[in-house]
């Protein structure tokens, strides 16, 4: 009996291998090497069937511990962030459910009087994106970004799947509806323009599932002030490595994690610590849909680095 891949392996054929330390050098706006953004995951799910994240053991349905849990994050949690993210002037990429448009519109509201900018992040979390035919999953993503425009003004540039669930074709499907990029993929520490079917293209924006609460404090277990400490390493470190080349770091919140009191008071100290950096002019504080529209301009500018 042979190996099941003698030779070359299945390739997704999406881009090129490069290592980060043989790539174009470019800078941020204002001349920074490091770009750094909020990933605010806002979600919904359904009461007595479907997926979500546990406190405790899942229980026969209806499971109110775990759906109560996850909705303290809509009732409080994310209203308690959004008075963080307001007191140090930091903007979101707020990734968000449609559901939430007949849950609780003013949760979505209030994100676009902030001038946040708006992802689309599927209809629920209760389910997975991956489970559907091209067909359904066309559906899914055309429903979510015509519902966004109509009820907050605004079309998504930017698509993270419930749960980074993906099917063959979900970078095509997004760049054939007009998306410009996607977060699903963690691969990088740069943007990478991924290859599309019929010759396009779509940028994926580095989205994190280290620096990310759901791995680390749910999964991993992690105290709340260590995922602080965390958060304030990791940053350091990559503003240090960005003196060689540009790099984006993204910040992955929920709010029924880290809007917990004892958790929130925790990520204001890294928060801060971030905001400082970007008063100093160290980094530039930003959106997932400002990094994929610099890197656009950039390969306009500079076709044969970026193109």
């Known amino acids: 009996m042979t190996t099941r891949w003698p030779d070359l392996l299945p390739s997704h054929d999406r881009f090129d291998y490069r290592p980060i330390t043989r790539r174009s050098d470019y800078a941020w706006p204002n001349g920074a090497r490091l770009a750094v953004y909020l990933g605010f995951n806002i ?162 924006v580095p989205y994190p599932q280290e620096l990310n609460d759901i791995p680390m404090i749910v999964g991993r277990l992690m105290d709340a002030k260590d995922f602080s400490a965390m958060v304030v390493d990791n940053f350091d470190e990559m503003l240090e490595q960005s003196r060689a080349q540009p790099l984006v770091m993204g910040l992955a919140l929920h709010p029924y994690i880290v809007g917990q009191p004892y958790r929130l008071r925790h990520l204001r100290t890294a928060l801060a610590h971030l905001a400082r950096a970007r008063d100093r002019g160290d980094i530039w504080f930003t959106t997932p849909g400002a990094i994929a529209g610099h890197m656009t301009q950039l390969a306009a500018e500079r076709p044969g680095d970026f193109g």
């Open 43 to 204: 979600e919904h799910f359904a009461f007595g069937d479907g997926l979500g994240a546990c406190i405790g053991p899942a229980s026969p349905q209806p499971d109110v511990l775990n759906h109560g849990w996850r909705e303290y994050g809509n009732r409080v949690g994310a209203w308690r962030c959004l008075e963080l993210f307001d007191a140090l002037a930091l903007p979101t990429g707020a990734l968000i459910n449609t559901a939430l448009y007949d849950h609780c519109p003013e949760l979505v509201a209030a994100c676009v009087a902030r001038g946040d900018e708006l992802i689309g992040h599927g209809h629920s979390n209760a389910e997975r994106q991956g489970a559907l035919d091209e067909e359904h999953e066309r559906a899914l993503l055309l429903r979510c970004r015509d519902r966004m425009l109509r009820e907050s003004g605004q079309a998504p540039a930017g698509w993270l799947s419930p749960w980074i669930s993906e099917s063959a074709v979900t970078p095509d499907l997004l760049g054939e509806i007009g998306y410009g990029y996607t977060l699903n993929w963690c691969h990088d520490d740069q943007p990478v323009r991924m290859r599309t079917r019929g010759g396009g293209s779509i940028w994926s």
